[in-house]
Antibody, heavy 119, light 110 residues
Framework: EVQLVESGGGFVQPGGSLRLSCATS????????MHWVRQAPGKGLVWVSR????????NYADSVKGRFTISRDNAKNTLFLQMNSLRAEDTALYYC????????????WGKGTTVTASS | QSALTQPASVSGSPGQSISISCTGT?????????VSWFQQYPGKAPKLMIY???NRPSGVSNRFSGSKSGNTASLTISGLQAEDEADYYC??????????FGTGTKVTVL
């Protein structure tokens, strides 16, 4: 069974940092692109970032570019999101999602981890 | 990277058909046939319902169908059922190699 399990969320003051992790199992992690998507409380889905299979190519939403860094460890089947200079508007449930092979959509999602940036 | 535009809410009676529109631009929906649709229940992760405009993943009911014309994509739910009451989001790949979601539509079964 394909599984994505996010962790690392928590409470942080504005300007602080957090590192999210997404542990995966049930598929060959190193052959799939991976994404992060977030959802603020009571709001809609917002795409955050994606990374290619070997980590050499990344893309970001304008709202997080320069502050967030996506990375992966294929030996540990784990995806990461380093979040720096956090703002109140970054408060959200962060989902990890698998990119479908040879297509531009995400086909499997985790349950998310909550990040709260507040003073 | 403005969100794609969806109606805030759509409603219908059991058995009826409803459609949800998703309007973008020539840099996303109009440029690439990579529109997907997600269903989300409260407190749950999104579930893929349609990919590449009009394809259903295995296990998704054939009551769900997708289409696209120009810069607008649509999701149609036929034979509406109580279990279809949820939030629905469209998503598109863009020419900037990013992705954009729609604003979301709450479907209510009357």
């Amino acid at each position: 069974e394909v599984q994505l399990v996010e962790s690392g969320g928590g409470f942080v003051q504005p300007g602080g940092s957090l590192r999210l992790s997404c542990a995966t199992s049930g598929f060959t992690f190193s052959t799939y692109w991976m994404h992060w998507v977030r959802q603020a409380p009571g709001k809609g889905l917002v795409w955050v970032s994606r990374i290619n299979t070997d980590g050499s190519s990344t893309n970001y939403a304008d709202s997080v570019k320069g502050r967030f860094t996506i990375s992966r460890d294929n030996a540990k089947n784990t995806l990461f999101l380093q979040m720096n200079s956090l703002r109140a508007e970054d408060t959200a449930l962060y989902y990890c999602a698998r990119g479908a092979r040879d297509h531009y959509f995400t086909d499997v999602w985790g349950k998310g981890t909550t990040v709260t940036a507040s003073s | 990277q403005s969100a794609l535009t969806q109606p805030a809410s759509v409603s219908g009676s059991p058995g009826q058909s409803i459609s949800i529109s998703c309007t973008g631009t020539s840099s996303d929906i109009g440029a690439i046939n990579s529109v997907s649709w997600f269903q989300q229940y409260p407190g749950k992760a999104p579930k893929l319902m349609i990919y590449d405009v009009n394809n259903r993943p295995s296990g998704v009911s054939n009551r769900f169908s997708g289409s696209k014309s120009g810069n607008t994509a649509s999701l149609t739910i036929s034979g509406l059922q109580a279990e279809d009451e949820a939030d629905y989001y469209c998503n598109s790949y863009t020419t900037s190699r990013t992705y954009v979601f729609g604003t979301g539509t709450k479907v209510t079964v009357l």
